[in-house]
């Protein structure tokens, strides 16, 4: 991708932006190991102007891939305070392409138990409602106003 | 040629979707226009792997947002609170979570009462038939006996089941001896012809493919009454024409961008509380040249949100919250009423609602985002799954300032002026807020969450766009009469949630289709129900 393509910046920055927002640990990847910049930039355009982004990369050092991810992240931390807009929009596009990768999902699912597959069509068992649980707000006094 | 009907209704949601039907159902030769067109149910995203990344982009509940050729944009870079909504047939039903109270008969009276705000000139009593066929249309789950309102007829369809994050939350209730009741959902929780019973899948919001969450699409619309009405799709409505104190027809856009007429002897507008503002607003004429029914100045003034706090509770053991239709669960109204000691006037609504699926959970639709960084997994982890929340939604009384107005530079595609949203929350409900968030915190911490995270106004949460055209006897101070009938023209009718007076703090559709139904009957001349009581 050219440099105009990358807002003025380079992919290095980019994947340490990444880095730095989800970093690797255990079996989970970092969100620069599984998130394209191709589909990041098409997601960002779509969440705030370029102009803006552009400034908000200015922020950031030149050297800023090459930080470890304490310093990144305290850079990251004052462009956010100039440019909150950027720094949400570059949220929102990284975790909502990091959560819907399916690699991920699947170690979410690994841990937790939770099913990867779409909500429909096999929902989740309907339990039947226990009215028993009412058993002290059934004893409650109306509790409307009748204003007749 | 110009084409001409009897009746003709901008707006296929909630209240217009109701309104067409029941004239219909009189025999009224009824047209409908709609900007948007039918959204399949079995076309939602909840059935593919993409769905919450669909959810968070081309299905995101605010149209700026979602940007579809359907939608309109909305101005709202003066507002605290951004407008949520869906241009469809069925209209935000397409999206709403189908949570349905009703106000309390004690809403249309707070000026009595609490001397605030302004009392309606109908009452919850004059709604009470039309509520009821209203829920019959719309199929509602619920549990017979809240002491929170006054009987209501026999709900056939069990409540649905609480989950567990409710559970712990209602035990809660009761060591604290607060009210809590299972709501009534518009859902099936039994099968009913082509309406199957929920699978408990999750979120409402995207279509519910089993149409077990009623939308007016799959409601009224499928109703052989509504056979007999002429439905216009991706029509949208520029302008309603009149002349002194008449209303005469409607100039639209056409699926192809072709400007077209249509004449009318009655006009509905059932736009919702932004978009029929902004339509009178554009229908000035040289006799109303501030717009259309606004000689008392009052169309697009009095927005009401109903500003949202949302108190989340992080518990240790799993709390299966991606579960079960996300807003429906149970409700407290503990702290409804006005209480002098408190500072403020009037109250809130305490509703439970259930959790996200991992990206949800990230992001913090409605609560915080899960932290950046090297701590991120580990925030994930104790948050994903393991939380149950508890919006405090408040009373919004109505201020003349909070107001819908046509933006001077924005248009929506056809080069229509967009909507201009001004809209402060109130110091009164900023107390109300922290009240609740305040009690809320008690709540959780008594229901075991280790771990309480606070969004102290949901930004994203304009679900219930109300206020924008109200009703009311006097028409200096009013648009419609309780009918909905216009004071300036007598053939014009306003049907949506921009004739509430005031709004409680419940969520407002299934009164908003109530007042419709009961206006359509008012229309052509039926006789009004009453009330058995
Ligand atoms: C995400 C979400 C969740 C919600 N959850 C709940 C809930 O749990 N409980 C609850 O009570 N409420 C809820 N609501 C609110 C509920 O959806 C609305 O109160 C209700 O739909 C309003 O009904 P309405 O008919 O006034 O407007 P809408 O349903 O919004 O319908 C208005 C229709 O008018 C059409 N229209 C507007 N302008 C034009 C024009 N110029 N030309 C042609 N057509 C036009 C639109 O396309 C739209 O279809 C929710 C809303 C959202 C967005
Ligand atoms: S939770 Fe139930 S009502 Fe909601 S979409 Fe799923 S099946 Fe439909």
Redesign the pocket.
């Known amino acids: 991708m050219t440099s105009d393509q990358l807002f003025g910046s380079t992919v290095a920055t980019w994947k340490a932006l990444l880095e730095t927002l989800i970093p690797e640990e255990g079996n989970l990847q970092s969100a620069a190991a599984v998130i394209s910049i191709d589909e990041l930039m098409g997601d960002l355009s779509a969440l705030s102007s370029e102009a803006k982004f552009r400034e908000f990369l200015r922020q950031l050092p030149e050297d800023f891939s090459l930080l470890d991810q304490s310093q990144r992240e305290s850079n990251l931390r004052h462009a956010g305070l100039l440019l909150p807009e950027c720094l949400n929009a570059l949220l929102n596009a990284a975790y909502t392409i990091y959560y819907s990768h399916p690699d991920i999902l699947r170690v979410i699912a690994e841990r937790t138990g939770y099913s990867p597959t779409p909500p429909q069509p096999n929902g989740y068992a309907l339990a039947p409602f226990d009215e028993r649980m009412l058993y002290k707000s059934i004893q409650r006094a109306p509790m409307w106003r009748d204003p007749h | 040629m110009k084409s001409t009907c009897e009746f003709l209704v901008?707006?296929?949601?909630?209240?217009?979707s109701a309104a067409a039907w029941r004239l219909a159902q009189h025999g009224a030769q009824v047209t409908v226009?709609?900007?948007?067109g039918w959204v399949a149910p079995d076309s939602s995203p909840s059935l593919t792997i993409g769905w919450e990344r669909a959810r968070h982009r081309t299905h995101h509940?605010n149209p700026n947002i979602r940007k579809n050729s359907?939608d309109y944009p909305i101005d709202d870079s003066d507002s605290d609170i951004s407008p949520?909504?869906?241009?469809?047939i069925g209209?935000?039903?397409i999206?709403?979570?189908?949570?349905?109270p009703r106000l309390k008969p004690e809403d249309f009276r707070v000026k009595s009462l609490d001397g605030v705000g302004e009392d309606w000139p109908l009452s919850y009593f004059d709604l009470e038939p039309y509520f009821e066929i209203n829920d019959q249309m719309m199929g509602v789950a619920g549990h017979d006996g809240d002491p929170a309102y006054p009987r209501k007829p026999h709900r056939t369809m069990p409540a649905l089941p609480l989950g567990r994050g409710a559970e712990r939350i209602a035990a809660a209730y009761d060591r604290l001896n607060y009210h809590w009741w299972p709501v009534d959902a518009a859902i099936m929780t039994a099968d009913h012809g082509d309406r199957l019973a929920c699978n408990n899948c999750g979120p409402c919001?995207l279509g519910c493919p089993r149409k077990s969450r009623a939308s007016t699409d799959v409601t009224y619309w499928s109703d052989i009454h509504a056979s007999k009405i002429r439905l216009v799709t991706e029509?949208?409505?520029s302008r309603i024409l009149s002349t002194s104190g008449r209303v005469t027809g409607v100039t639209?856009f056409d699926a192809e961008g072709n400007a077209q007429e249509i004449q009318a002897e009655n006009v509905v507008l059932?736009?919702?509380g932004v978009?029929t503002a902004r339509?009178l607003l554009l229908s000035a004429a040289d006799w109303c040249p501030t717009g259309l029914a606004n000689s008392s100045d009052q169309v697009g003034r009095n927005l009401m949100f109903h500003p949202t706090a949302l108190v989340t509770g992080i518990f240790p053991e799993p709390m299966d919250g991606f579960m079960g239709p996300f807003?429906c669960s149970i409700y407290s109204q503990e702290f409804y009423e006005s209480n002098t000691d408190r500072g403020f006037v009037r109250g809130f609504q305490a509703q439970t609602i259930r959790s996200d699926g991992p990206l949800g959970s990230a992001l913090g639709t409605y609560t915080l985002p899960v932290a950046w960084g090297a701590g991120h997994h580990e925030d994930f982890y104790s948050q994903f799954g393991h939380t149950a929340s508890i919006t405090v939604t408040s009373e919004d009384l109505p201020e003349s300032h909070n107001r819908v107005t046509l933006s001077p530079t924005l248009k929506d595609r056809f080069g229509i002026a967009a909507p201009k949203i001004s809209y402060r929350v109130s110091e009164n409900a900023r107390k109300i807020l922290d009240f609740g968030i305040e009690i809320n915190r008690g709540v959780l911490k008594e229901a075991g969450a280790t771990d309480i995270r606070v969004v102290d106004l949901v930004t994203s949460a304009g679900?219930?766009l109300l206020g924008t055209a109200r009703m009311g006897s006097d028409p200096k101070t009013s648009v419609v009469n309780e009918f909905g009938q216009s004071h300036d023209c007598s053939n014009l009718y306003i049907v949506?949630?921009g004739v509430f007076v005031t709004v409680g703090a419940l969520?407002?559709?299934?009164t908003?289709q109530a007042i419709a139904l009961r206006a359509a009957d008012s229309m052509v001349g039926a006789q009004i129900l009453e009330s058995a009581r």
């Open positions: 901008i707006g296929a949601g909630a209240a217009g226009l709609d900007q948007g509940p359907w949520m909504l869906y241009n469809a209209g935000s039903t999206h709403w979570g189908a949570h349905f919001d029509a949208r409505v639209y059932a736009g919702n978009g339509l807003a679900f219930h949506d949630g969520n407002p559709t299934s908003i």
